[in-house]
């Protein structure tokens, strides 16, 4: 099935073969072959977006609530360098996007040209791997490659930079079956089932343990829907606890009866403490990362600890474990709970004492915050958020920073790939654009960006891409005039001298909405907000929603910075000066 | 709170957002064998993980082994702690052109060796007359290098060995007018008859 064609002709045909429906880009000199073979076909849509970094949250924000790759279409030079965060940011939460950039012709590459950069180069660290295609008969069988790297084993992102000449040139097609057969990059080989003594050592460590707890990660969501039907199953089978780190929400309801909540530096008190307290600790498709350990030394002193991940240099990074299962999480947890049932159940009442110890825990009531009759509080909007749209078919992004904890502390995820977040990387700027992506694969769902005020304006052009699309997604702005986590945190550590986290000049948000075209709508007080939230729900456009929420409010429980799991600042007993004067007194010598 | 910042404790780290601590776990050097798709920027993405994610490099050799394959290998010198090593190596293994990373030290100690075997070559420049020369080549002689270029004025020799063979041999020439030393980087494999 081999066929000539240009260059740019093999990459639409590539991109179809592929099953993609949806792309995200910005055309430019190096890119235009491409371009005009987009024009010429109505198989792949393309989704012009204000700034390429844009389109890259957008094929994030896609990639993550359909689990396929995203894929975006971008120039030389500034095009490609404009993609380094996004890329970056799929990188640190192993999203699957394939990037197509345009380069200047091959003779020109190092000579300086127009808007030529090394975009393989700059985008080495920041991709699984990278491209640059010198020979237009490579370039199918690249493209394929490419797909399958982004989607296999640990996902993450691809570029492939292609440069003009290439893309004019004419040479043979080859399709993915084939691309297969010639595969360059035959050491690749993710690993899919674990090792099946590793995984009877697990068991047998699961058998014995008296305090257990699951501690679950983005990667349950990586593996496929299947891998959280299992993860259910083995919470049934066991009747474990079970925590989740903020990439990981969803995979596990959190209306589930053996749901902790999230874990890490703004996690529950009993997530927290079940950690720092089990006899067994299952890690599933999570990295240890210093936002879930707080102080490594301190870090659930008295456990054996199972990890199962698929990149195997993620195990022994930060923690040492005892039984390390390198595989796909779906296919771990199925030989996990066929080794489980071979043996007769454990004792029901086995975990009854850990059960009432984490119900002490529980009763601390960890996310408590102080109810207001004439301010909103920002946590009482996402409850009331989440009460009015959790019967809908809802997908949340955010941006990053207070509001990003508060939407994951007080949004009950149910299902995996409703939720998409900035977690490794932390972009500010993410959501707003992720929202736009998730909306063009989900056109009839209700799609929401739970945003703060300053992140949301570093990719606000994308509302523009949101009116021209017809993309009704709803940015739902907690204001508080802040940068409130940077705030929270020079309160906490630099004496509250809170420098340039004020804005002073914010757009009024609800005329911004209106310049481009969209719906904006406020609410000040409590008692508006459920029927602003009902119109907002209710619009067939896309929305800016300034919730104005209380200024000074700061995101608890938290662990404070060089601590461990069991000393958590707790929100009431906390306020903000106890948080100040604990840090001053007994934390200083370990920040 | 004011007050509270007036009276904070004296000069202490700088705070911050993240958990630092010191970690003095001694060090060892090991040698590594990567075997690698040998294509453009394959030895950028090897040396860009080791500068990116702040590990050493000593010593580093590579050219291709195999040629119908297109396989080359590279012999890496590296020294960290036991778990930095162990994420070197799964680090290596993760990049995409990458088949197999061997690490030769831990081979050669679970066979009951200290060491791979490891050689280098070096070009070693000396020049001068008289005696000075004359206790170039006495030297030489002794190291078992050899002569491979020559004038009245000056002397290449090459030496093949262990490293601090060749580190020995370069020290004692200092003195006797060495201008030049080149040195190819140690290559390695370990002993006895089963393959990598």
């Known amino acids: ?591 | 709170m004011n007050d509270t910042m007036t009276a904070k404790p004296a000069p202490t780290p700088p705070a911050s957002a993240y958990f630092i601590e010191e970690r003095r776990d001694p060090s060892e050097t090991h040698t590594l064998a990567v075997l690698v798709d040998n294509e453009p920027g394959v030895l950028a993405r090897v040396i860009g993980l080791f500068s990116g994610r702040g590990y050493n490099i000593e010593s580093l050799t590579v050219s291709e082994t195999e040629h119908a394959k297109h396989l080359s290998r590279i012999t890496i010198v590296t020294t960290g702690t036991p778990p930095v090593l162990e994420q070197i190596r799964n680090q290596l293994d993760r990049l995409v052109p990458v088949h197999r990373v061997t690490d030769l030290t831990m081979v050669a100690r679970g066979r009951g060796q200290e060491k791979p075997l490891e050689r280098e070559l070096a070009l070693i420049k000396v020049r001068g007359s008289g005696e000075h020369r004359i206790e170039a080549l006495r030297l030489a002689t002794a190291f078992k290098a050899e002569v491979v270029d020559a004038t009245t004025e000056h002397f290449v020799f090459q030496l093949t060995g262990p490293s601090s063979e060749i580190e020995q041999f370069v020290a004692i020439l200092q003195p006797l007018g060495l201008v030049e030393v080149c040195r190819t980087g140690v290559a390695a494999m370990n002993r006895g008859p089963d393959p990598m």
């Open chain 1, 1 to 591: 099935m081999s066929e000539q064609m240009t260059g740019a002709e093999m990459v639409i045909r590539a991109l179809i073969d592929q099953g993609v429906e949806h792309i995200f880009g910005y055309p430019g000199g190096a890119v235009l072959p491409i371009y005009d073979e987009l024009f010429q076909q109505d198989k792949v849509r393309h989704i012009l977006v204000r700034h390429e970094q844009g389109a890259g949250h957008a094929a994030e924000g896609y990639a993550r609530s359909t689990g396929r790759p995203g894929v975006v279409l971008v120039t030389s030079g500034p095009g490609a360098t404009n993609m380094v965060t996004p890329l970056t940011d799929a990188m640190m939460d192993s999203i699957p996007l394939v990037c197509i950039t345009g380069q200047v012709p091959t003779h020109l590459i190092g000579n300086d040209a127009f808007q030529e950069c090394d975009t393989v180069g700059i985008t080495r660290p920041c991709t699984k791997h990278n491209w640059l295609v010198k020979d237009v008969n490579d370039l199918a069988r690249i493209l394929h490659e490419a797909f399958y790297v982004a989607a296999t084993g640990r996902p993450g992102p691809v570029v492939v930079d292609v440069p003009k000449d290439v893309q004019f040139a004419t040479g043979t097609y080859v399709g993915p079956e084939e691309a297969r057969r010639t595969r360059r990059h035959t050491g690749y080989q993710p690993p899919r089932q674990g090792d099946p003594e590793q995984i009877r050592r697990a068991v047998r460590l699961m058998r014995q343990a008296r305090r257990p707890v699951l501690y679950t990660g983005g990667g349950v969501v990586n593996s496929g829907p299947e891998a959280a039907k299992l993860l259910r199953e083995l919470v049934a089978l066991t009747g474990y606890p079970i925590t989740s780190t903020l990439m990981g929400l969803g995979a596990y309801p959190a209306s589930g009866r053996n749901w902790l909540g999230m874990l890490g530096m703004h996690g529950t008190y009993e997530a927290n403490m079940a950690m720092h307290d089990c006899d067994l600790m299952v890690a599933i498709g999570a990295r240890f990362d210093d936002r879930i350990t707080g102080r490594t030394d301190a870090f659930s002193p008295g456990s054996r600890k199972i990890h199962v991940d698929v990149d195997a240099s993620s195990i022994n990074k930060n923690i040492r474990v005892d039984v390390p299962v390198v595989g796909d999480v779906a296919h771990v947890l199925r030989a996990m709970i066929a080794a489980l049932r071979e043996d007769e159940p454990a004792k029901p009442d086995a975990l009854a004492p850990w059960w009432n110890q984490i119900a002490r825990w529980r009763a601390r009531n960890s996310l408590a915050f102080r109810p207001s009759k004439s301010v909103i509080m920002p946590q009482f909007a996402i409850q009331r958020l989440h009460a009015l749209t959790k019967d809908r078919d809802t997908y949340i992004t955010t941006e990053v920073g207070q509001h990003q904890m508060w939407a994951a502390q007080f949004y009950g995820f149910e299902e995996p790939n409703r939720w998409m977040t900035s977690g490794g990387l932390g972009t500010m700027g993410y959501g707003l654009p992720a929202a736009l992506g998730v909306q063009a694969a989900h056109p009839e769902s209700l799609v929401i960006d739970i945003a703060g005020d300053a992140s949301v304006l570093m990719n606000m052009q994308e509302m523009s891409s949101a009116i021209q699309h017809e993309l009704p997604i709803k940015v739902f702005i907690l204001n508080n005039q802040y940068m409130g986590m940077v705030r929270q945190w020079q309160q906490l550590l630099h004496g509250n001298r809170l420098s340039h986290s004020y804005t002073e000049a914010l757009p009024d948000f609800v005329k911004l909405a209106e310049a481009y075209g969209g719906v904006g709508i406020r609410a000040e007080k409590p008692a508006e907000l459920d029927d602003a939230i009902m119109a907002m729900i209710e619009t067939r456009k896309p929305v800016i929603f300034d919730c104005r929420v209380a200024n000074l409010e700061n995101c608890f429980p938290m662990i404070p910075s060089g601590k461990a799991h069991n000393e958590m600042l707790l929100p009431l007993e906390a306020n903000d000066e106890a948080a100040l004067a604990q840090s001053f007194a007994a934390g200083k010598e370990l920040v």
